[in-house]
C-alpha cells in the first residue's frame, strides 16, 4: 500500500504476546494471546483496528505502550519512526508522543479535579484557557472542570479522558473503544476530532468492535480475530463484499446492520484452543487441507490477506 514506501510512524512486525498462567498442580503453561501481528500506522494517516471482544486488540495497545502485565512476555519488532520501540524511548515518549486514550473510564485519577487532569497540574492562564477549549470540544461545560471522576457519567469521564490525551498534541494516538457510553452523534462527534488529529499530521490508530463506526473515519481497517490480523483492506473495499479478501471479513460485512445482519454460525477460539493454521479454519466455509498449516500475512489487491485462497 502507498504507505509502505515512506517510513511508517509505527510498525509492528510480527508481534507475538504470551501469558504465563499457573494451572492445576502448579502446571506453568504458556497461554499465546496474539500470534504474528504485523500492521502499520503512517502520519496523517487513521487506521482502525475491528475486532470482536477477547480478539487482542487491547494488549496490541499495551504492547506498544510497553505497559503489558508482568505475566505477559512478548517477541516480534515494533518501530516508532523507523527505530525500535525500546523501554527507554517509551519513557521518553509515552504520555507526550505517543498518547493512549485507554479501554473503561477508570484511568482518570479519583481525586484530581477533572480540569486539574485535563491541565496536568500546571495553573497558568494558557493552561486554562487550553483546558477550557479541549473540554468544550467534547460538549463539557464549564461546571465539569470542578467535578470529581465519581460525579461524571461514563460517558462524560471518556470524553475527560480524550481531552486530557489529545491536549499534549501527540505524534501517534492510540484510542482504545473510545466510544462506548456514547450516543451515536456523542460518538461520532469524538470520531471525528481523532480524524481532524490525523489531518494534522498525527498518526491515528483506533481500536474498537464497531466496524460501521470505524469506516465513517478510518482510512485503513485492519481486522483482528483470535490474536491476529486476517486482513487489512481500504475502508472503501467495504462498499462491496466482493473487494473483500478473507472469509472472515465477508461474515463481518455481511453482519452490519445495513446488511441485513446476517452472522456467521461459531464463535472465535480462545487462548489454549487456537488452532495451529488458519484461526479462522473451524468457522470457515472454503476451508481445506492446507488451512491446517500456518498461513502467511501476504499482499492481495492493495491490502493484506492471511488465507491461501484468492477470493
Ligand atoms: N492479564 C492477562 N492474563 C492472561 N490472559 C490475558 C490477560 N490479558 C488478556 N489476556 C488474554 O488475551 C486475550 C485478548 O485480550 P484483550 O486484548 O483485552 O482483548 P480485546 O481488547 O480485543 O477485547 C483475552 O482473550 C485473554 O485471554
Ligand atoms: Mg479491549
Known amino acids: 500500500m502507498e504507505q509502505k514506501e515512506k517510513t511508517p510512524l509505527l510498525a509492528v512486525r510480527h508481534l507475538s504476546i504470551s501469558f504465563t498462567q499457573y494451572k492445576r498442580w502448579w502446571r506453568r503453561e504458556e497461554q499465546q494471546a496474539i500470534r504474528d501481528l504485523s500492521l502499520e500506522v503512517g502520519a496523517g494517516e487513521m487506521v482502525a483496528v475491528v475486532g470482536s471482544s477477547g480478539s487482542g486488540k487491547s494488549l496490541l495497545a499495551h504492547g506498544v505502550m510497553g505497559l503489558l502485565p508482568y505475566n505477559a512476555s512478548w517477541e516480534g519488532d515494533i518501530f516508532y519512526k523507523g527505530e525500535p520501540l525500546t523501554e527507554e524511548r517509551l519513557k521518553k515518549l509515552r504520555g507526550r508522543e505517543i498518547v493512549l486514550v485507554p479501554q473503561g473510564a477508570s484511568y482518570l485519577n479519583p481525586l484530581m479535579t477533572t480540569g486539574e487532569q485535563v491541565r496536568q497540574g500546571a495553573r497558568d492562564r494558557e493552561s486554562r484557557r487550553q483546558c477550557r477549549e479541549a473540554l468544550e470540544r467534547y460538549g ?90 486476517l486482513e487489512e483492506a481500504w475502508a472503501g ?8 479478501r478473507h472469509p472472515y471479513t465477508r461474515a463481518l460485512f455481511r453482519g452490519m446492520p445495513k446488511n441485513g445482519f446476517q452472522a456467521a454460525a461459531g464463535a472465535q477460539p480462545y487462548g489454549d484452543n487456537l488452532p495451529e493454521g488458519c484461526v479462522y479454519e473451524p468457522r470457515c466455509p472454503w476451508r481445506q487441507e492446507q488451512c491446517r498449516q500456518p498461513v502467511p500475512y501476504r499482499q492481495l489487491r492493495g491490502g493484506r490477506v492471511r488465507c491461501w485462497r484468492d477470493i
Not at 479522558?161 to 469524538?190: N, Y
Not at 473495499?237 to 473483500?244: S, V
Open 140 to 229: 463539557l461545560g464549564e461546571e465539569t472542570e470542578s467535578l470529581y471522576p465519581f460525579q461524571l457519567s461514563g460517558g462524560m469521564a471518556r470524553r475527560v479522558m480524550i481531552a486530557a490525551a489529545v491536549q499534549r498534541k501527540p505524534c501517534l494516538v492510540i484510542a482504545d473503544e473510545p466510544t462506548p457510553g456514547l450516543h451515536l452523534e456523542a460518538a461520532k462527534r469524538v470520531l471525528s476530532h481523532f480524524r481532524e488529529m490525523a489531518e494534522e499530521g498525527a498518526g491515528v490508530l483506533l481500536i474498537t468492535h464497531d466496524l460501521e463506526l470505524a469506516l465513517l473515519t478510518a482510512d485503513r481497517i485492519v481486522v483482528f480475530y483470535a490474536g491476529t490480523n
Open 237 to 244: 473495499d467495504f462498499t462491496q463484499e466482493e473487494q473483500l
